[in-house]
């Protein structure tokens, strides 16, 4: 099982999108500032977001899909219409 993710930083005001198949462990290597992409933004980011996909090739589909918009609008689109089931 591979996941995508959204992450969001208070700090920096800033949403990551990422692929992974351990959610805990993305998360926590993201807070520690090991990811040079996320490192101004721990250690406050926070889980927002998460699609569970079959594989990791699904799954990097997936990110480059949301990755490709570039746009903060579909990214909290996306969000709300998890909070709205």
């Known amino acids: 099982m591979y996941f995508i993710y959204i992450l969001f930083s208070p700090k920096t005001d800033k949403y990551y999108t990422g692929s992974t ?3 805990a462990s993305r ?3 993201h807070n520690s500032g090991a990811t ?3 490192k101004s933004g721990a ?3 926070m889980l927002k977001y998460s ?3 079959p594989d990791r090739t699904s799954a ?3 990110e480059l899909e949301i ?3 570039k746009s903060r609008k579909y990214i909290e689109w996306i969000i709300s219409e998890k909070h709205a089931d």
Do not use: A, G, I, Q
């Open 36 to 38: 040079p992409s996320t």
């Open 67 to 69: 990755k490709k918009k």
């Open 21 to 23: 198949d351990n959610l």
């Open 51 to 53: 699609e569970n996909l």
């Open 27 to 29: 998360l926590k290597h």
């Open 43 to 45: 250690p406050f980011w």
């Open 60 to 62: 990097l589909k997936r």
